[in-house]
């Protein structure tokens, strides 16, 4: 499987494969400040971000990571990035993270529809037995985006990771099993 020819795309978005020739799309959105204060990478700057997109791609080229631009079809502009990540191939299990969108893409649905997506993928075509989520304890939009989509809270890594602005986060772990998100799909 070519990991840089991973394409998802339903009505809503498409997550197109993140590319030294398309990443400039996203420097104005991640120049918006404190887009990402929960997490360890800085985006901010041009050379931020371009260093956090050479180090996404060399993921991709050891196939730790599929990183994606996200492209929002009922605005018709980039919204922002996201990637698999952590991807375990021999344990089938990887996380969906470093998810990150311009302020005016929050609270429209559109991150719900990239993370079906991921998750039908993960599930349906890569055949991975177990999605996780890794988020900052103080980021109550996200960890309740994660559990309506049926994540569960596995537990807590106490002052796991260093922020980028020196603190020491604590890491809620979540965890989805196909089992469960079938459940939820059918209503049950």
Not at 21 to 44: C, D, K, M, T
Not at 63 to 84: H, L, M, N, Q, W
Not at 165 to 174: A, L, M, S, V
Not at 176 to 184: D, Q, R, S, V, Y
Request: net charge positive; charged share 25%.
């Amino acid at each position: 499987m070519k990991l840089e020819a991973i394409k998802l795309e339903n009505d809503r978005v498409l997550l197109a494969a993140l590319s030294m020739e398309n990443f400039h799309h996203l420097i104005p959105i991640a120049a918006q400040p404190g887009l990402v204060r929960y997490s360890p990478s800085s985006i901010s700057t041009e050379q931020d971000l371009t260093q956090y997109v050479e180090k996404a791609l060399l993921q991709r080229v050891n196939r730790e990571s599929i990183p994606f631009i996200v492209y929002d079809k009922s605005s018709s502009c980039y919204a922002g990035s996201t990637r698999y990540m952590n991807i375990d191939w021999l344990n089938k299990v990887l996380h969906i993270g470093a998810t990150w969108l311009g302020r005016e893409f929050h609270s429209t649905g559109l991150n719900s529809h990239m993370k079906q997506l991921m998750i039908d993928h993960a599930f349906y075509n890569m055949h991975f037995e177990k999605v996780e989520f890794r988020i900052d304890e103080r980021n109550i939009p996200s960890r309740k985006a994660v559990e309506k989509l049926g994540a569960v809270l596995e537990g807590i890594l106490r002052e796991n990771v260093y922020l980028s602005d020196g603190f020491k986060r604590n890491t809620c772990c979540y965890g989805l099993l196909p089992k469960e998100w079938e459940a939820l799909k059918s209503g049950k």
